[in-house]
């Protein structure tokens, strides 16, 4: 019997729960101009090789456009990324529920300038939102993000202690030695994945502050505000907006720093050309490893061959 990974103490009896919460996920992985649920056509880019995911409400005809042969062995094996079954027991998934539906009206919150601005009032619900997307990232099996043990556990116990199914209730506690020295940033290009593809992206080294890009989005979490000044891990080329925005802290109201469009993509694009080459190393070791099993010449498999079979 498996417990509840936020509360401990029920059982984990809530099927199809998403690690990030749907009304950002479809925002990257849905079938173009579809926003019901249902309507997943994703793709996990790994260093050595690419899978897919689709939801069950994808018709038959754009299944076979994108895999061609449709057949049952396809329908068995397609397992939708980030939607996982008993992990949280059904309290907990409606507290998890409770904040992710105060949060989303943030979306429409958009600056009337080039400033910064208040993405959402509410004191706490900002800081818990995405810490709770850290969190659950880091305890998915086999996502690829994991925050040091200690972290992991520091953030559990926060979701597990503020999360309310009335999120009038979610009040923090100045008192609380976990909230203290703890704070994020966030970056947004406003309506940039009306028109352009979007991901979710996270450097597995950068850590001080962790940082991820999600749809139009680019979170940056501090464990400690001391981070703020120490070494640059320049994530894609956002720093020079990182540092601008400002550093939210639980006890205040969450500040977004707008990006423009043109500028997130050249960030996206560097993400995409980061995954490219991380494919042209992997898949030219394999390559060269090949090429001395079989009892090639030298080390390394002749290029032009090499070249022919990418």
């Known amino acids: 019997m498996k417990y509840c990974l936020i509360c401990k103490t029920e059982v984990a009896d809530k099927k199809g729960s998403h690690i990030v919460p749907h009304f950002l996920i479809k925002r990257i992985d849905n079938e173009s101009g579809k926003k019901e649920r249902d309507k997943e056509l994703g793709f996990i880019i790994n260093p050595d090789h690419t899978t897919s995911y689709f939801g069950r409400a994808v018709?038959?005809?754009?299944?076979?456009?994108?895999?061609?042969?449709v057949d049952?062995?396809?329908?068995?094996?397609?397992?939708?990324?980030?939607?996982?079954?008993?992990?949280?027991?059904?309290?907990?998934?409606?507290?998890?529920?409770?904040i992710e539906s105060a949060?989303?009206?943030?979306?429409?919150?958009?600056?009337?300038?080039e400033n910064e601005y208040?993405?959402?009032?509410?004191?706490?619900?900002?800081?818990?939102?995405?810490?709770?997307?850290?969190?659950?990232?880091?305890?998915?099996?086999?996502?690829?993000?994991?925050?040091?043990?200690?972290?992991?556990q520091r953030?559990?116990?926060?979701?597990?202690?503020?999360?309310?199914?009335?999120?009038?209730?979610?009040?923090?506690?100045?008192?609380?030695?976990?909230?203290?020295?703890?704070?994020?940033?966030?970056?947004?290009?406003?309506?940039?994945?009306?028109?352009n593809p979007t991901l979710m992206h996270w450097q597995p080294n950068y850590e001080r502050p962790y940082s991820i890009m999600i749809d139009e989005y680019i979170i940056f979490l501090y464990i400690k505000k001391s981070h703020l000044n120490g070494m640059t891990l320049d994530f894609?080329?956002?720093?020079?907006?990182?540092?601008?925005?400002?550093?939210?802290?639980?006890?205040?109201?969450?500040k977004t720093f707008p990006?423009?469009?043109?500028?997130?993509?050249?960030?996206?694009?560097?993400?995409?050309?980061?995954?490219?080459?991380?494919?042209?190393?992997?898949?030219?070791?394999?390559?060269?490893?090949i090429h001395r099993r079989l009892g090639g010449d030298g080390k390394q498999m002749n290029n032009s061959l090499k070249n022919e079979i990418i």
């Open 236 to 254: 894609y080329g956002s720093e020079k907006f990182k540092k601008q925005a400002t550093f939210n802290t639980p006890f205040n109201e969450e």
């Open 103 to 113: 949060y989303s009206v943030s979306i429409k919150n958009l600056p009337t300038d």
């Open 59 to 69: 018709l038959p005809e754009k299944l076979k456009e994108i895999y061609g042969e």
């Open 155 to 195: 953030l559990g116990r926060i979701i597990a202690k503020y999360l309310e199914d009335d999120i009038t209730k979610v009040q923090a506690d100045q008192t609380d030695i976990d909230l203290v020295d703890i704070g994020y940033k966030v970056l947004r290009s406003p309506n940039y994945s009306d028109d």
């Open 118 to 152: 208040v993405s959402l009032a509410s004191p706490f619900v900002g800081f818990l939102f995405w810490v709770s997307i850290f969190w659950r990232l880091s305890i998915q099996e086999g996502s690829g993000f994991k925050l040091k043990e200690k972290i992991e």
């Open 72 to 98: 049952d062995d396809l329908i068995e094996k397609n397992n939708i990324d980030g939607i996982v079954d008993n992990y949280f027991c059904t309290g907990c998934e409606k507290k998890l529920a409770a």
């Open 259 to 289: 990006i423009k469009a043109e500028d997130f993509k050249t960030i996206f694009n560097r993400a995409i050309d980061m995954a490219s080459k991380t494919r042209f190393k992997t898949l030219n070791f394999y390559l060269d490893e």
